[in-house]
């Protein structure tokens, strides 16, 4: 792990979605705690059922408040429980939230269920407007706060058993900017998506072939794919004062994937 420096030093925030040790957001909240900022840890009532996000919270020092991001009345109380408990407004926010119920069933893309495909953009994208419009409409952030959500390069391009996550990315993304813009003209906030490599999470581990699509953009990205560590790190960097007139974007943290159309390293595959 690099040297810790205090980048979020009196800094406070909320970070959805640690799962387990596997969870980027798991090692985001490690890398944020390391680096001195204080936060609350939250997920979904049924996901800390069978996660372990109260062993991180004791290892940061923190609280977990349990919210359906979904439910604009728990992202109220969660927002305002944060605030209370921190002692003032957030300086930063990560939305690691994912969610297909088509996928886990196994549901081509071609005979989606399309009661599914709603509830998964509800709890992968519209959360994401939901939980900002929380926190502007309760003036929640700090001048110049920053706000990320991850992403994936489905958005952009066809990765057939990515489904209609591939959709839902492409909405989150786009609510990034829209808001980014009613955001930054407010106070100065930035919203950004990180477009992570694929990473051996229990979410993406659960998508079909995806050993064989981790070592195969292992092998087309320059650098190799990007480590949950890596994401951290940079999460962190966004969240910090290092990164102040960056918003709107979509950044890519891939190793150099989204860049390349072939390589001879995979040839020998």
């Not at 985001?28 to 705690?33: I, K, L």
């Not at 909405?171 to 955001?183: K, T």
């Not at 051996?200 to 087309?220: C, I, R």
């Amino acid at each position: 792990m690099i040297m810790a420096n205090q980048l979020l030093a009196g800094k406070r925030g909320i970070i959805f979605g640690a799962l387990d040790e596997q969870s980027i957001a798991w090692k985001v909240a490690e890398r944020a705690h390391a680096e001195g900022g204080r936060f609350l840890l939250t997920n979904a009532p049924v996901a800390m059922r069978f996660g372990k996000i109260n062993e991180l919270a004791e290892q940061c020092n923190t609280t977990v408040i349990p919210a359906d991001a979904t439910s604009i009345d728990d992202l109220e109380n969660l927002v305002k429980s944060a605030q209370e408990q921190l002692g003032g407004p957030l300086d930063f926010v990560l939305h690691s939230i994912g969610m297909s119920l088509n996928v886990r069933k196994g549901k081509e893309y071609t005979d989606i269920n399309h009661e599914w495909m709603q509830k998964t953009f509800d709890i992968s994208a519209i959360s994401f407007h939901k939980l900002m419009q929380t926190l502007y409409k309760q003036d929640a952030m700090n001048d110049w706060g920053s706000i990320l959500a991850l992403t994936y390069i489905a958005a952009q391009r066809v990765f057939p058993d990515y489904s209609e996550m591939a959709e839902s990315k492409a909405l989150l993304e786009s609510f990034a900017r829209s808001f980014g813009y009613h955001f930054g003209i407010q106070k100065h906030v930035r919203v950004n998506t990180i477009s992570q490599s694929p990473t051996m999470t229990t979410a993406g581990s659960g998508v079909k072939g995806f050993q064989e699509f981790f070592n195969y953009a292992d092998k087309m990205s320059p650098l190799g794919n990007a480590s949950a560590e890596d994401c951290a790190a940079y999460c962190v960097s966004m969240f910090s004062d290092l990164t102040r007139s960056v918003t709107m974007q979509n950044l890519y943290h891939d190793g150099g994937f989204s860049s390349m159309g072939m390589s001879p390293a995979i040839l020998g595959m």
